[in-house]
């Protein structure tokens, strides 16, 4: 049973269709749509679904998805299989598209694609018409896909075609990026338009992808100043990361003042992921969802990367308990993945004790440039 607090539940449209599970990127790939699946199942079995409005999202059409990709493009993913890919016919386009082992060609790799876009897509479309307070799509978030090409096992930007969809009933939107890779690709998207803002939390320097997301990267012509980076270093935990985060996301709201927020929660911050090299605890990365949502502004959240999977379920189902507002109990429900999560079958994600090379001084710095940045927005 959940536990009931004495604040109103939020109105939340929750996204998900159960073949997102069918699709493998390659045999060896980290990313794993699997663990879009094992999130449903944990939000499902601790009966959050009751709590909120369930959809099945319709993959986006070829229309739609032009709106930010080239036709050129989206023909070429439409086209594209491992057949071909192995006889070698598509070389030229590969190199052209970006293809290769980060982004390999897949079986449904359209299908999957427009799933994830239509999540999105439609959760905006029902925030916009004020049906819901929040919108959640796990099955989106995937930050690095470009105009006309794939990048980064992203190959359709849901993200940008979601803020693209918000910007025809909101007049500024907010996206905030907390995965631990720089949110490159919106950030590219939006780099000249005031009407949208980027921020981007995430690891840098030492070669780390996309490489990217200087704190001096800030947004050109009308979008100077509209983009912000907080390039952090290795084994940052919950309260350094904290104090960054809030200061710098308290001014942004203050004196943004965005009509819309989208939330990208790649959990590859966490502890533990087999990608990423933060340090942030379940609890810690969640705070980012409570902190957002405590500005009542209408929120798409979104998921992204996240590569230890068991613990992007539990993150991810954790957020969702937040975004609805009611406390989880620890001991996990029983589910068909139940498995996976020994041998403590709890919902926190372990913690590690790797160093955390943020110093204080740096962390100051960093807030003091970006605060100084967004000096220059007009109030
Ligand atoms: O933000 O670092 C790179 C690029 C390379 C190194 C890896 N090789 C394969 C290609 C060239 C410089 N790529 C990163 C991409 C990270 C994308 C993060 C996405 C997101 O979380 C949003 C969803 C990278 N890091 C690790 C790997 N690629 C990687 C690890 C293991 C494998 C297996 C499959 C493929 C090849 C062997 C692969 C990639
Ligand atoms: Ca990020
Ligand atoms: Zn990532």
């Given at each position: 049973?959940?536990?009931?607090?004495?604040?109103?539940?939020?109105?939340?449209?929750?996204?998900?269709?159960?073949?997102?599970?069918t699709?493998?990127?390659?045999?060896?790939?980290?990313?794993?749509?699997?663990?879009?699946?094992?999130?449903?199942?944990l939000?499902?079995n601790?009966?959050?679904?009751?709590?909120?409005?369930?959809?099945?999202?319709?993959?986006?059409?070829?229309?739609?998805?032009?709106?930010?990709?080239?036709d050129d493009?989206?023909?070429?993913?439409?086209?594209?299989?491992?057949?071909?890919?192995?006889?070698?016919?598509?070389?030229?386009?590969?190199?052209?598209?970006?293809?290769?082992?980060?982004?390999?060609?897949?079986?449904?790799?359209?299908?999957?694609?427009?799933?994830?876009?239509?999540?999105?897509i439609?959760?905006?479309?029902?925030?916009?018409?004020?049906?819901?307070?929040?919108?959640?799509?796990?099955?989106?978030?995937?930050?690095?896909?470009?105009?006309?090409?794939?990048?980064?096992?992203?190959?359709?930007?849901?993200?940008?075609?979601?803020?693209?969809?918000?910007l025809?009933?909101?007049?500024?939107?907010?996206?905030?990026?907390?995965?631990?890779?720089?949110?490159?690709?919106?950030?590219?998207?939006?780099?000249?338009?005031?009407?949208?803002?980027?921020?981007?939390?995430?690891?840098?320097?030492?070669?780390?992808?996309?490489?990217?997301?200087?704190?001096?990267?800030?947004?050109?012509?009308?979008?100077?100043?509209?983009?912000?980076?907080?390039?952090?270093?290795?084994?940052?935990?919950?309260?350094?990361y904290?104090?960054?985060?809030?200061?710098?996301?308290?001014?942004?709201?203050?004196?943004?003042?965005?009509?819309?927020?989208?939330?990208?929660?790649?959990?590859?911050?966490?502890?533990?992921?087999?990608?990423?090299?933060?340090?942030?605890?379940?609890?810690?990365?969640?705070?980012?969802?409570?902190?957002?949502?405590?500005?009542?502004?209408?929120?798409?959240?979104?998921g992204?990367?996240?590569?230890?999977?068991?613990?992007?379920?539990?993150?991810?189902?954790?957020?969702?308990?937040?975004?609805?507002?009611?406390?989880?109990?620890?001991?996990?429900?029983?589910?068909?993945?139940?498995?996976?999560?020994?041998?403590?079958?709890?919902?926190?994600?372990?913690m590690?004790?790797?160093?955390?090379?943020?110093?204080?001084?740096?962390?100051?710095?960093?807030?003091?440039?970006?605060?100084?940045?967004?000096?220059?927005?007009?109030?």
């Open positions: 049973t959940l536990a009931h607090g004495t604040a109103r539940k939020t109105k939340v449209a929750y996204y998900f269709d159960p073949n997102i599970a699709f493998h990127y390659a045999s060896n790939h980290p990313m794993k749509p699997f663990r879009i699946r094992m999130t449903d199942a939000v499902k601790y009966g959050l679904y009751k709590k909120m409005n369930v959809f099945r999202p319709t993959a986006a059409t070829f229309d739609q998805m032009t709106e930010f990709h080239t493009y989206l023909n070429f993913l439409k086209r594209v299989s491992p057949e071909i890919y192995s006889t070698g016919v598509e070389r030229l386009a590969d190199r052209k598209f970006n293809f290769g082992d980060d982004c390999p060609p897949f079986d449904g790799i359209y299908d999957f694609s427009s799933l994830s876009a239509g999540g999105s439609q959760g905006a479309e029902r925030l916009a018409s004020g049906e819901c307070e929040i919108a959640v799509n796990w099955g989106g978030g995937l930050h690095h896909a470009k105009k006309t090409e794939a990048s980064g096992f992203c190959y359709v930007n849901d993200i940008v075609l979601g803020i693209l969809e918000l025809k009933s909101y007049e500024r939107v907010l996206y905030v990026d907390v995965d631990v890779h720089h949110g490159d690709g919106v950030e590219e998207a939006f780099y000249t338009t005031d009407r949208v803002m980027t921020v981007s939390f995430h690891l840098f320097g030492h070669g780390f992808f996309p490489g990217t997301g200087h704190v001096l990267d800030v947004g050109v012509g009308k979008g100077k100043y509209y983009a912000v980076n907080v390039p952090l270093q290795y084994g940052i935990d919950d309260d350094t904290h104090q960054v985060f809030r200061p710098i996301m308290k001014r942004v709201m203050e004196w943004y003042r965005p009509s819309a927020v989208v939330l990208q929660l790649g959990a590859d911050s966490l502890a533990g992921d087999r990608l990423g090299m933060f340090n942030l605890s379940m609890r810690g990365h969640g705070k980012c969802v409570e902190y957002m949502k405590s500005f009542g502004v209408p929120m798409l959240m979104v992204g990367g996240g590569y230890t999977i068991r613990n992007v379920a539990r993150t991810w189902t954790y957020e969702t308990a937040r975004a609805v507002g009611v406390d989880l109990p620890m001991h996990l429900p029983y589910n068909e993945f139940l498995e996976y999560y020994g041998p403590e079958y709890l919902l926190d994600v372990p590690s004790n790797i160093p955390n090379h943020n110093t204080q001084d740096h962390l100051e710095k960093l807030v003091a440039a970006i605060t100084e940045h967004l000096r220059n927005l007009p109030f």
